[in-house]
T-cell receptor, first 114, second 114 residues
Framework: GENVEQHPSTLSVQEGDSAVIKCTYS??????FPWYKQELGKRPQLIID?????GEKKDQRIAVTLNKTAKHFSLHITETQPEDSAVYFC?????????????FGTGTLLAVQP | GAVVSQHPSRVICKSGTSVKIECRSL??????MFWYRQFPKQSLMLMAT?????????EQGVEKDKFLINHASLTLSTLTVTSAHPEDSSFYIC??????????FGPGTRLTVT
């Protein structure tokens, strides 16, 4: 089955700096890669996603890149703000597959220092 | 976005008792619901996939007789933790999907077994 690895586990940046979180996946059949932000004790919230037919997607300060050949995808947050502090999870899925289930990475605790 | 609710939000029970958690999609019909468990500072681990009117599909290592899932309608799935023990204490989160669309997460249920 699918296995998703995520690095780093913790990331501390100064306000205004950029943050990059990287994930790798194992199943070449995966074709949908969402990123979630989760605050303590709250539900995960979808912040951006990318499908396998696209190499990059951007939404204001957030961007995601995908390298299908290497099975890597990354989240880039620019001009970080203290309110970006949270745990971020990547995930992989087979949209259009039998189950559409998400396999999550291990998470990255992002701390943005004011 | 779509709204998914969970009830209760927090529950404390004694060891050996059973606890039922409800997951409802409030404004759409969920053909599939997923149940996840999240231990402190860890990732979301998929427990099972639940399709309306059929038996749930459990992930490897998840005991189906301990974690009973019933997807009785297109808007309701329940997870019953039977004979709960302290090691079952966790944050349980459901998500709901209409067709092969985006997963919408519930707010989670914090279970503490004493």
């Amino acid at each position: 089955g699918e296995n998703v690895e995520q690095h780093p586990s913790t990331l501390s940046v100064q306000e205004g700096d950029s943050a990059v979180i990287k994930c790798t996946y194992s199943d070449s059949a995966s074709n949908y890669f969402p990123w979630y932000k989760q605050e303590l004790g709250k539900r995960p919230q979808l912040i951006i996603d990318i499908r396998s037919n696209v190499g990059e997607k951007k939404d204001q300060r957030i961007a995601v890149t995908l390298n299908k050949t290497a099975k890597h995808f990354s989240l880039h947050i620019t001009e970080t703000q203290p309110e970006d502090s949270a745990v971020y999870f990547c995930a992989a899925s087979q949209r259009g597959g039998a189950t559409n289930k998400l396999i999550f990475g291990t998470g990255t605790l992002l701390a943005v220092q004011p | 976005g779509a709204v998914v609710s969970q009830h209760p939000s927090r529950v404390i029970c004694k060891s050996g008792t059973s606890v039922k958690i409800e997951c409802r999609s409030l404004d759409f019909q969920a053909t599939t619901m997923f149940w996840y468990r999240q231990f402190p500072k860890q990732s979301l681990m998929l427990m099972a996939t639940s399709n309306e009117g059929s038996k749930a599909t459990y992930e490897q290592g998840v005991e189906k007789d301990k974690f009973l899932i019933n997807h009785a309608s297109l808007t309701l799935s329940t997870l019953t933790v039977t004979s709960a023990h302290p090691e079952d204490s966790s944050f349980y989160i459901c998500s709901a999907v209409q067709g092969l669309g985006e997963q919408y997460f519930g707010p989670g249920t914090r279970l503490t077994v004493t």
